[in-house]
């Protein structure tokens, strides 16, 4: 009974390497976020999507390609992995047609790029 | 454009001590206002929220109110606990078509005992 749900949870993978990070909320939200926590936990937000529909394309590498099936799912997919895209990763998600609703968030999936 | 501050931690406090963390922000229109507390090893989750000015936000013993003549909405506690060591985050979301969420950049909170 999660509201939002991301695996893995914790990902250790090789400089170069192709890996996705999934994500999924059972809220009815129509809208989706993917955010990168640093180490000195800034948040810095990557994409958003309302309904499938990409809305939110903040300045983040060719290689980092999100991927929205259905509204409830946002699938984040990063190429040729590098040491910098060691991180925390947010998803989260809210409903667009109210501006009082507050995201929820998932618990973070921790990438260690090696 | 819009944007959040507040004020840089770390914040260290004995149990029992009063706290305020400052956070004041700049918006067109009316935004919603929002802290968010990050415990070690979680994810984000909402503390309190409002939505209006002079709106009081209230949970767990943190106050927020929302005061628009001073682009204000500053936490506070009035006894501390080591349970409450966290990241707090205060954020806004625009009232407009993008329905954007802004952060502030985090103030970690330590409670000694």
């Known amino acids: 009974d999660t509201a939002v749900s991301q695996t893995p949870k914790y990902l250790v993978t090789q400089m170069g390497n192709d890996k996705s990070i999934k994500c999924e909320q059972n809220?009815?939200?129509?809208?989706m976020y993917w955010y990168k926590q640093d180490s000195k936990k800034f948040l810095k937000i990557m994409f958003s999507?309302?309904?499938?529909?990409?809305?939110i394309n903040e300045t983040v590498p060719n290689r980092f390609s999100p991927k929205s099936p259905d509204k409830a799912h946002l699938n984040l997919h990063i190429n040729s992995l590098e040491l910098g895209d060691s991180a925390v990763y947010f998803c989260?998600?809210?409903?667009?047609?109210?501006?009082?609703?507050?995201?929820?968030f998932g618990q973070g999936t921790r990438l260690t790029v090696v | 454009g819009n944007s959040v501050t507040q004020m840089e931690g770390p914040v260290t406090l004995s149990e029992e001590a009063f706290l305020t963390i400052n956070c004041t922000y700049t918006?067109?229109?009316?935004?919603?206002l929002f802290w968010y507390v990050q415990y070690p090893g979680e994810g984000l989750q909402l503390l309190l929220k409002?939505?209006?000015a002079d709106d009081k936000g209230s949970n767990k013993g943190f106050e927020a109110t929302y005061r628009k003549e001073t682009t204000s909405f500053h936490l506070e506690k009035g006894s501390v606990q080591v349970s409450d060591s966290a990241v707090y985050f205060c954020?806004?979301?625009?009232?407009?078509?993008?329905?954007?969420?802004?952060w502030g950049l985090g103030t970690s909170l330590a409670v000694n005992p």
């Open positions: 989260a998600s809210t409903r667009r047609d109210r501006v009082d609703t507050e995201a929820f």
């Open positions: 809220l009815g939200h129509d809208t």
């Open positions: 999507y309302n309904n499938k529909e990409l809305i």
């Open positions: 918006a067109t229109g009316y935004p919603s």
């Open positions: 409002a939505t209006k």
């Open positions: 954020a806004l979301i625009s009232a407009g078509n993008n329905r954007k969420l802004i």
